[in-house]
């Protein structure tokens, strides 16, 4: 489970001095759901979701995730969570075995389970056929495949998802999507951030709204539309967005 | 701190960094090239200038001939030069390097000479100093006149039943006494420490740009913070292989230079005999304990720096004016007369830049290389500790 307790990120600009990226920010998010934090370039999932992954440090407020607290048991929360983003590169001088092995030890994984945990993976996901390829010899679609073997060699409960298919192409980005579900299915805990609103209408269980630093709005797909009266999430976005304002 | 994962995150990182060229050629090519190309380039080039201007014809006035005929006629005869007519122009073409001396008899010279006159009669020579050419037709000039001297004196002392010893009643000697070991030491003691303070700064330069702004550029660095690794353990991890790679490759450019001085001690040894070249493995494994501090200062340095920048090239731009910074007290073995006192010894790079130059010679004291050594391993250890800060400030590894 995640449980964001009042969340908040500041970060001091030379220009704008200091500046609130996440303000107050609660909510929950159970086994076996996805949540789906929605919000415009800028409006704070990024900082949010690391957070979470505890790669930032709250200024106030705390989360726990996978049954550990972010800001007093960081190593333990990493040790549950699998995060995966766009700006989550490889290692293009690793192969692809070598890069997924290396997280596997570094979840404290033997080298007897790991190799095993590795073979299971890499022939789900059809990696097989370049398991001993550079990773920066690979295409986009392989290097994808990649990271989600590295976010899940260690099976973890909690999975993070900062807009993962963001400047992928339409077979790549379903790959993710796919993925995504069969985290679902196999009863862990999703967030997943995300500026599309189609993506988010077709995943989430539950939505958040975020904007500037703020949840302005959470509910199921159905809640919302009913709460705002209109059928299209995209709709629904912009006036919680306008009303804020 | 769990040192399974610093060992984990030190093993990946020691595969990524030598599988990276940019580091294999600044760190290990380097480093055993630098030293065999320089002796190799800067003996290969002197031969070829040297036998260019012996086989040049040198070009030669007499001035005042008809003063010295006999003289005249000996330098006349010597191979490879060339008589040209007199001219009032000498000075002007010698510094135009058309001409490469001028001889000026004075007027009667082999007259007086014959007449025993007084006077003491004075041949003079213009030359160009600085020109290889110039310089051997004044070596070659000076040979025929002291000959001809000789014959003059030696005629006048048997006139007088005098022997050469009457004319040189003793000799003035010297004798070096002092170890080739350390003639030797004292030679190298002025270029080897700079190069090796600069060599074990380059070869951490690379890795350390490579494993912190190479990391933020290629988008990893959140891939790795995201992982069960402590900001501590992965520090440490990166740490360790740039100060590996610190550490081969100034013990490489060690190598290399005995290698280089021990396949070029033949060599030198034609351009003086008195330079024996031996420096001992002992001395060579001081210097090395001696630079281990400051090799854990630089790597530590560099990282903290480097991963203040977003990408690898801005890195070079902030090591650039770093490079001056170590270059000017590495080059305290160069200057002569400096002797190391306490307050020098806390002077970083100079203490270990004088000390090496001392250990080559062979004249250290334990008590002196104890302060600097503690005074660098005091300096590793804020470089150190500046680097850990800086791997868990947010601001500088999400600056973009």
Known sequence: MIEAQKLCKEFQDKKRGKIRAVDQVSFRCQPGQIYGLLGANGAGKTTTLRMLATILKPTVGTAVVGGFDVVREPDQVRAHVGFLSTATALYGRLTAQEMVEYFGRLYGMEDGTLKKRVGEIFGRLGMEEFRDRRCDKLSTGMKQKVSIARTLVHDPPVMIFDEPTLGLDVMTARTIVGFIRECREQGKTVIFSTHVMSEAEKLCDTIGIIHDGKLLAEGTLEELRQRYQRPDLEEIFVHVVEAAA | ?400
Not at chain 2, 10 to 30: G, H, M
Not at chain 2, 126 to 140: A, D, I, P, T, V
Not at chain 2, 329 to 350: D, Q, R, W, Y
């Open chain 2, 1 to 400: 701190m769990k040192a399974r994962n610093v060992a984990i995150v030190f093993r990946k990182e020691l595969t990524d960094t030598l599988r990276d060229r940019r580091t294999l050629i600044s760190s290990l090519l380097l480093p055993l090239l630098l030293f065999p190309l320089l002796l190799a380039g800067v003996l290969g080039l002197t031969i070829i200038f040297v036998q260019r201007a012996e086989r040049q014809t040198a070009q030669l006035v007499l001035l005042g001939e008809e003063h010295a005929p006999e003289l005249a006629r000996r330098i006349r005869s010597l191979e490879g030069v060339s008589v040209l007519r007199a001219s009032n122009q000498y000075v002007q073409l010698i510094n135009e390097k058309k001409l490469q001396a001028a001889v000026e008899f004075p007027p009667g010279l082999e007259i007086n000479l014959r007449q025993n006159a007084d006077q003491t009669q004075r041949v003079k020579v213009y030359w160009y100093e600085g020109e290889l050419r110039s310089r051997f037709m004044l070596r070659r000039l000076q040979k025929v006149v002291k000959e001809y001297r000789d014959e003059i004196v030696k005629v006048r002392l048997a006139a007088h039943q005098l022997t050469a010893a009457d004319a040189r009643p003793f000799e003035f000697e010297q004798k070096n006494v002092a170890e080739a070991e350390k003639v030797t030491g004292n030679v190298l003691g002025f270029i080897l420490p700079y190069f090796i303070i600069i060599l074990c700064l380059t070869g951490a330069m690379y890795p350390a740009m490579d494993l912190t702004a190479g990391e933020k550029e290629r988008g990893t660095m959140e891939t790795i913070l995201a992982s069960p690794a402590g900001r501590g353990e992965i520090v440490l991890g990166k740490f360790l292989v740039v100060l590996l790679t610190s550490l081969t490759t100034t013990a490489l450019s060690i190598l290399s230079f005995a290698v280089t001085v021990i396949a070029g001690a033949s060599a030198l040894a034609s351009i003086s005999k008195e330079f024996v070249v031996q420096v001992s493995a002992r001395s060579a494994a001081t210097v090395f304990v001696v630079v281990l501090p400051l090799a854990v200062a630089f790597s530590a340095a560099l990282m903290a720096i480097s991963l203040i920048a977003r990408n690898y090239r801005e890195a070079q731009g902030y090591l650039a004016p770093l490079m001056f910074v170590v270059i000017l007290p590495a080059m305290g073995s160069f200057l002569p007369g400096i002797e190391l006192n306490a307050k020098l010894a806390m002077v970083p790079i100079l203490n270990v830049s004088l000390l090496a130059k001392e250990i080559f010679a062979g004249q250290y004291s334990w008590k002196m290389m104890g302060m600097i050594f503690g005074w660098t391993c005091l300096y590793a250890a804020v470089a150190l500790w500046f680097a850990a800060r800086q791997f868990r400030r947010e601001e500088v590894l999400f600056r973009t």
